[in-house]
């Protein structure tokens, strides 16, 4: 009698260790996880059966200190790009315009205003939701946009039954930014400037810096400007130079990609633990 329930049990466990290969090996690898590259043969094979998350990252070209322009850009871009094998994700393309009105009156830079960004970027939004992904992580390069990502994100997710997440990076990475660097961080400052220098050590300059380009941030509503006269914002006053140390920058990159991926996890497993939208 033993003898038997022993084998049925061992029966059973087998049938579902090769059940369990089989949903593994149901699962494609993707040819490359950039929405750009993809074919749309590929894309239908893929979405949403082995790849159920997206990445979108937004951000701005506005200056930033002594590194490029399109900082708010490149960062999130070189975000999604490192941390997509390890999420099971497609990247998408960037939106590499913002909202700054503040910053609009440097060189290079270009401002969207609001009325067009909302709902430009809510049809972004709802072109992914109707490609079927079931995870939308927007990776924002720019404070600017935060606004208006709060205004469109609860709209879409509801119209369109999706789960979206913003992560603000520099916010998310305010401790390690501290830890790395041991103050406080800034707009173009030592996090920023950091995190470039890991991407594209060959455009930051800091044989252009000169501390007068960085201002500690207005406290409250204490003063405004326009334009904003510098392009670097402290956080803090007296905190937050660039540091241009190669590797502090490959460093702080590293610490930075592991927070967002582990948020961004974290709430993909509360999301599917409690299926909402399953
Ligand atoms: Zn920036």
New binding site residues.
């Given amino acids: 009698m033993l003898e038997k329930k022993i084998f049925i049990l061992s029966v059973m466990f087998f049938m579902f260790l090769s059940s369990s290969l089989m949903l593994a090996q149901d699962k494609i690898e993707p040819s490359t996880r950039n929405m750009n590259h993809i074919t749309w043969q590929e894309f239908q094979e893929l979405v949403p059966g082995s790849i159920e998350t997206v990445l979108l990252p937004v951000g701005?070209i506005?200056p930033?200190g002594v590194i490029p322009n399109g900082?708010?850009n490149l960062?999130p871009e070189a975000m999604a790009k490192d941390i997509a094998n390890r999420l099971q994700a497609l990247v998408a393309p960037t939106l590499n315009y913002g909202v700054t009105p503040s910053m609009a009156a440097f060189p290079g830079a270009v401002t969207i205003s609001a009325d067009a960004y909302l709902p430009f970027i809510k049809d972004v939004l709802r072109g992914l939701a109707a490609n079927k992904f079931k995870n939308i992580i927007v990776l924002n390069?720019?404070?600017g946009n935060t606004a208006l990502l709060q205004k469109a994100i609860p709209a879409v997710s509801l119209e369109c039954r999706v789960r979206i997440l913003v992560v603000n990076w520099w916010d998310l990475t305010l401790d390690i930014t501290k830890e790395v660097f041991g103050e406080n961080g800034g707009?173009?400052g030592n996090n920023?400037t950091a995190y470039m220098q890991a991407v594209v050590p060959q455009h930051i300059h800091p044989e252009r810096f000169d501390k007068d380009m960085a201002l500690p941030n207005a406290t409250g509503t204490s003063w405004f400007a326009a334009p904003v006269p510098a392009s670097i914002g402290l956080y803090a006053k007296g905190e937050g130079y660039p540091t241009f140390d190669q590797k502090q920058a490959d460093e702080y990159f590293r610490q930075v990609n592991d927070r967002v991926a582990e948020l961004i996890e974290d709430i993909i497993r509360r999301w599917d633990k409690a299926k909402l939208y399953k």
């Fill in positions: 701005s506005e930033h900082t708010d960062a390069g720019h404070g707009h173009a920023e």
